[in-house]
């Protein structure tokens, strides 16, 4: 069978409305497809799903679930399904497949970053100032960071401060996503990406989960628009950097623009600021008000398992 008709007779047999994970199991248990080598089989299955819809194949429908998930059905099944029944039925045994949300990932994020010395902090973009524009989110990143640049020599760091005081730090932008299945959600997902990192040296789109289909496409758009791919982890620090970002100037004119529409960010910036220019002595006082103010991170593996478990965020080995 090729996947789609893999999916149709998946489908055909379970005979209710369900999600992607649960088609894709069903796949494997009946031995319609071999997925042979492939990473991400799963999002492949959600892939092609996609594609039925948006192609506008009637073989294949779906519902939106009360969370915001999808549950696909055949067509030739619908008169025949009791769609409450259905509902009740994805909320009780599914739970764990679809109720973590976007912003479950960033405390993963934040968790992995700060491994590598980036303070980070979540930009609210629905607590800006006209927040109910929904252009807008093209404009706020997900989440900012900033690294500043170590040396050994309080002598070098003074040196360095009154040569040029911006290549004394880093701040980078991050367009967070649950999971990026298709063609058409890489593009949409790296533009936005590309649109909210304008201001920042570095900008990269990050995802849970990326189907890997996609490397080739995700190479191209990185060579092309410099915008670097992180694969998020449940365990933050076996996350990795696909594709690396490329460097460019900040954009001051676009941070003054956050500065004045988003409190956080603008405190944020302020707190850069004041901790480049503050004397030594006040130096370790002002960091620490950076990281309280920051976003919080896991002080252990314990707490990650937890706080994974919690949220319903797939973890371990599938």
């Known amino acids: 069978m090729t996947t789609k008709e893999a999916i149709l007779k998946s489908l055909e047999d379970i005979k209710i409305p369900t999600n992607y994970k649960e088609i894709y199991e069903h796949i494997t248990k009946q031995n319609y497809y071999d997925f042979g080598k492939s990473k991400t089989p799963a999002l492949t299955i959600s892939g092609q799903l996609t594609s039925f819809i948006q192609k506008g194949d009637n073989r294949v429908k779906r519902i939106k679930n009360s969370n915001g998930s999808y549950s696909y059905y055949l067509s030739k099944n619908e008169d025949n399904i009791n769609f409450e029944e259905s509902q009740s039925k994805i909320t009780n045994d599914y739970q764990a497949f679809i109720t973590y949300g976007e912003r479950d990932l960033h405390m993963l994020l934040s968790s992995y970053l700060k491994n590598l010395s980036v303070y980070s902090k979540t930009i609210f973009h629905e607590q800006s100032k006209n927040s109910k524009d929904h252009h807008q989110k093209w404009i706020h990143p997900d989440m900012v960071g900033i690294k500043f640049l170590t040396l050994k020599t309080k002598t070098s760091q003074s040196f360095l401060k009154a040569i040029n005081q911006a290549d004394t730090f880093k701040i980078t932008s991050y367009e967070l996503k649950k999971e990026i299945n298709t063609d058409y959600e890489l ?4 533009f936005q990406a590309v649109s909210n990192s304008s201001w920042a040296n570095y900008g990269y789109l990050v ?3 990326i189907s890997d289909s996609l490397d080739e496409e995700m190479e191209r758009l990185n060579q092309s628009f410099g915008i670097g791919i992180i694969k998020l982890k449940p365990n933050p620090y076996e996350s990795k950097i696909i594709y690396q970002s490329k460097y460019k100037k900040l954009d001051f004119k676009t941070l003054d623009k956050l500065c004045k529409i ?3 960010f603008e405190k944020f910036i302020e707190q850069i600021e004041t901790l480049i220019t503050t004397q030594d002595r006040y130096f370790n006082s002002i960091e620490k008000e950076l990281d309280d103010f920051c976003d919080d991170y896991f002080k252990s593996d ?3 398992e937890k706080y994974c ?10």
């Open 187 to 190: 593009k949409k997902s790296f």
């Open 207 to 209: 995802a849970f989960e």
């Open 262 to 264: 988003n409190d956080d």
């Open 302 to 304: 314990t707490e990650i």
């Open 309 to 318: 478990n919690e949220k319903n965020i797939p973890f371990g080995d599938e």
